[in-house]
């Protein structure tokens, strides 16, 4: 009787469905009109049409809506009254679901109205073996309820324990939804996970450490821990804080007993206890006080060769160093589990060791990464190897010139032979072998030398000639030499093969790189010869033709704005090569929704309106005089910088490239004006935009302070309200101390210097306060 009668004759279906279907195609035509005269009809003169067709509008949507709530009930009955048959419930959950995924608050509100909790919890227990419904279930509890909806699923029955009243199985799924809502939600989490996640995350902590629940529900929790806490440190923060970190080990030496059937379970603990320690010192010493270190060590002498084995070994690296790596390798040596684990962890970690008892290992890792890739068929894939040498000679080659170990020498010529093999029998490792070269090259001066010496550069040239049809292994090549031969090298090739789009993309990523002091794992060129400053317009120049041969190739154009960008700041208003210019304006018209020519158009922008070198090449830490920055200023606002800066703002919103915000709205400031960015941060919920506006401000106002003087008052008052308006947001709190500290600094009005003191002391305030809510729940 909920879902209607059932249909007896095939006539009556027929008819009743070509009913529905035109009253469905009708709805929305009906309410929309019903919608526009009850808009329309205040604005008209006739007072009695004004009051009678205003109040039949009125009454038809009131009528719509009730009937739309009433559907409401329907459905939700349905679900209420499982015994009235799965298929029922099925259906009427796949209604809801669709209904409650658009994201309507006054639809969910109807849901939760009618009882749609207490609804799907009855649910869960009549059918929880039903894996689809069980998981349809979940997910139409989140779309009507969100995270406080899941909270209220685990907050139990009478007996106050989490989850008490639902089935394993139902804990389970309730624990993998989390998991994939948090893969989801990665970005949007660490920044500023929302109120309810921390309520979540103490379910869950409950869950894992519960003796009293199954492995597969352990499992589960564990695993959507893992992904809560893996980039937020306020999450983390709090998982420590509930003493999560003892609760893990004992977890996992519980998992280890199990045997097989445990080893999900391992797994997922030792992967959260990895990421947890990503970065991290204290966490890394609190699982070490907690007995983390031994547990890691039984469990990677198990024997079994199973996947958690492997991965306890890379955390036992990520907690003890490579110390404990070598030890686990030379206990185990025929264990592929254990030495894969090992291997990837020195991939991890040996490049960028720096305590002395550390790198006094690398020559004995080396030796045995060198004896695992001469075996063959051996346990460890050769990419793998591979990987772990070129980590290793890059943290040993600093403290070690050639020569001088000869374990470090054999391993660098292991790398050579592979990399400059006429045919490389592994192309991806031999890829890898030469981007390890150029990479030690680059941090070691003694060895990029000795490269030098022993002709090294020219066989890296002549396998990027040969190619083998692998651009990875071009541009490695290419970068190493490079690295060797600096920037004369890298504009020779340059101006050679400027139609050739792979040297023309791999030259100008060595420019870039060579010139770049800001990179995030990017190849730190700057040790290579670069050229003069006085070069520098030519440079321009050449990379504006590169850009104009391949006007249609998006890796050029990136890479051709990027080097713009870098080269400008070194280059007089007057040297300025108007083609430079007009390529990156190109650019960014052809590939608008490119982030990464976009970013690299809108720094290269600010450079030009930033501190310029003198007619002579020299660097300048001032900006152009104001008669050369109107100029400059017109001319981009002309060619439409400015809208191309807005649309960035606009089409990147969503997407969170803090980089790309930055230089986008700084650059709007630098055109038009301080009051226009604070427009757009007004506008902009909060979020990434004015995290990143706020630091653009700054940015602009330290550079021009004489512009941003004539705004500080309206920029103080505007970043108050938003930082009162999201307290939670250490990121936004933190960039607006340092724009509020420049307010002060540059303004003559002791009221707005009062007002700066005011506000800096309320941020502090409110981060004390956020570190405690976190902290003490």
Known sequence: RVMGRTHEAAGPTVTLTCDLATKAALGPVASGVLTQVALLAPHVDDARLRAAAGQAAIEGLTVCEQQAQRCIHVLVSAIRSP???????????????????????????WMLEAGGLAAARGLLTVYPTDEDLVRSTIWLVYNIDGLQGLNILLDGDSSGATGGGLPEA???????????????????????PPPEAADLLRHLVLLMGSKCQACRV???????????????RQLAQLFFNLGGAALLVDVLGFATGLGDSGEPLCRACVYTMTN???????????????????ALARLSVRGKGSLDEQAAVWALGQLSGLGAVLEAMVRAPSSGAVLCGGVEAISELAWRVTEPNEVARLPELLGVLVTLLDRADGPVPVLNCTLAVGSAICGLAPHAEPGRLPELDKAVIVLLEMAWAQHPEDMVSAEHAAEALGRMAAVAPAWREGLKGCGAASKLAAQMERGHGSTALLRNCFLATATLLGMPFVLHELRVHLQSAIIVDAALRAIAEI???????????????????????????????AMQAHRADLEVQTQGCRCVGLFVPSVAPSATPPEAIAAVLAAARRFPQCPGIIQGACSAFRALLG???STGGLPATLPPPPEEQEAIQSLLCREGADTISERAVADFALKGDAHLLKDALALLAALTGISAVLAVLRASPSGQVRVSGVKALFEFGRYQPSVFRRAAEETAEAVSAMVEYSPEDDDLRQNAELLMGLCGAVSDCASLRTTVEDSNRTAMQVGAMSTLAVGGG
């Not at 015994?83 to 509100?109: S, T, Y």
């Not at 352990?218 to 937020?232: E, F, N």
């Not at 010869?529 to 504006?544: F, G, H, I, K, W």
């Open 218 to 232: 352990r499992w589960a929790s564990c695993a959507a821990l893992d992904a809560m806490v893996k980039h937020g």
């Open 611 to 613: 501190p310029r070198g």
């Open 83 to 109: 015994e009235a048959g799965f298929k029922l419930c099925h259906d009427a959950l796949w209604i809801l679901n669709l209904l409650g995924r658009k994201g309507e608050k006054l639809v969910n509100q």
């Open 170 to 192: 139902v804990l389970e799924a309730i624990g993998w939804v989390i998991y994939e809502l948090a893969k989801e939600k990665a970005q949007e989490w660490a920044r500023q």
């Open 276 to 294: 947890l320690v990503d970065g991290r010192e204290e966490g890394a010493q609190a699982f070490r006080q907690a007995g983390a270190v031994e």
């Open 515 to 545: 010139m770049d002091d800001d990179l995030d794992g990017g190849y730190a060129l700057q040790a290579a010869e670069q050229c003069s400053e006085a070069d520098a317009p030519r440079v321009l120049t050449l990379v504006a033709e």
